[in-house]
């Protein structure tokens, strides 16, 4: 996908690492990476510990560590309590956390601006509407499926979502290609379009519903890991492995194109191949990870934006880095929706948006004032 031969790739290079001299590192990547692994440890006991019942860290330590026939009469509820509930949700908040974070920074990349996010330009909207149009669908008019591909199970749903964010991606492509490729007032207001469009259309979907139907996608829309089983990790983490694997490719075209798709392409980069490819990896994490846990927002853009500001631009770094930067935010937003109005549990997305909203602000402000000083 991209041409490897030491004459395409090496005027790219020094480039980019001037762009990290001008940008700066602040920490090293290596102290960043031991922060976000002993931070997800420490959350992950945290989650572990903290519900509707306390565990001490040593009933953890035996239900993780001793086998069931180890445990007494009265430690094997914890068991219960930690492989069936507290362990699927948190691997799954890490998840959805990791694919939105690294969806975030691909589609940042792809725009070539920091203010992006998945959610703000409709891809992860187009994903819900999408996966809510088929939840509807399948159980009014399609009565005639199996059960397993119909609701909010459905193993269609996935399928479903990523359509729905990949044809939200291209379209956005499409318009910020005629504006220059870059973040365009137009491409905001088509961003804007498509979330009043989705609204619209969720409305709607949700006169159609019945009650039940109507719960599910009010509850879903909102978003939530209490949905979380081993079978939704596995198939999420698999999506995360595949996309992953095309890291090293990813890296090195998304460095090429903040530099331009005319000095990228001169470079000896097959500019085409890799906004494809962005396109469709940043949509399939997007489409599967709402189609699990409903619609989340603003962990595509607080988490590269942050870990961009500690370790520069250069995607070598900054795509593993979301993956715990993401995991350990969304691990943090769970936690918080399951404890702070005990015993009553909070959507996710509430948490999320409360964070996001008000940083997304001040970026804005932060931006605006900066331009301010170079006029």
């Known amino acids: 996908m991209i041409v ?12 980019v690492e001037e762009t990290k001299k001008k940008t700066g590192r602040k920490v090293p990547p290596i102290l960043v990476f031991i922060i976000l692994i002993v931070g997800l440890f420490g959350i992950g006991v945290l989650s572990l510990k903290f519900g509707s019942i306390q565990l001490s860290i040593e009933e953890i330590l035996k239900v993780l560590f001793l086998g069931q026939d180890a445990l007494s009469e009265l430690e094997v509820p914890h068991s219960v309590i930690i492989w069936n509930l507290r362990m699927p949700r948190l691997i799954l908040a890490m998840l959805v956390g990791a694919c939105l974070a690294s969806a975030g920074v691909c589609i940042q990349g792809l725009f070539r601006n920091p203010l992006v996010e998945p959610g703000f330009i409709g891809v992860s909207p187009g994903a819900a509407l999408a996966a809510s149009v088929w939840i509807v ?5 399609l009565t005639f499926l199996p059960p397993e ?3 909010k199970e459905s193993i269609i749903l996935q399928l479903c979502a990523f359509g729905g964010a990949l044809a939200v991606s291209f379209f956005l492509h499409v318009v910020s290609k005629r504006e220059g490729g870059g973040f365009s007032l137009v491409l905001v207001l088509a961003g804007i379009a498509v979330n009043a469009t989705v609204v619209s259309l ?3 979907l949700s006169y159609l519903a019945d009650d039940t139907q109507l719960r599910n996608l009010t509850f879903w829309s909102l978003g939530s890991m209490a949905v979380a089983s081993w079978h939704k990790i596995y198939l999420l983490g698999l999506v995360l492995m595949v996309v992953t694997f095309f890291f090293p490719v990813l890296s090195r075209g998304l460095d090429a194109l903040s530099l331009g798709e005319a000095e990228a392409f001169y470079t000896g980069f097959k500019v085409k191949r890799i906004r494809n490819l962005t396109i469709v990896l940043a949509s399939l994490l997007v489409g599967v990870s709402i189609s699990i846990c409903g619609n989340i927002s603003f962990v595509g853009l607080i988490v590269p934006h942050i870990l961009r500001m500690v370790l520069g631009p250069g995607h070598r770094i900054l795509l593993p880095a979301s993956l715990f930067g993401g995991a350990f935010l969304m691990a943090t937003a769970d936690l918080a929706a399951r404890t702070v109005a005990f015993p009553s549990e909070l959507p996710i997305g509430i948490i999320a948006a409360g964070i996001g909203g008000p940083f997304f602000l001040f970026l804005i402000l932060q931006a605006k004032r900066r331009e301010g000083e170079f006029r």
């Open 202 to 204: 969720l409305g709607f």
């Open 4 to 15: 490897s031969s030491p004459e395409t790739s090496s005027p790219v290079e020094p480039v």
């Open 149 to 151: 591909f119909k609701g």
């Open 137 to 141: 669908c399948s159980e009014k008019i």
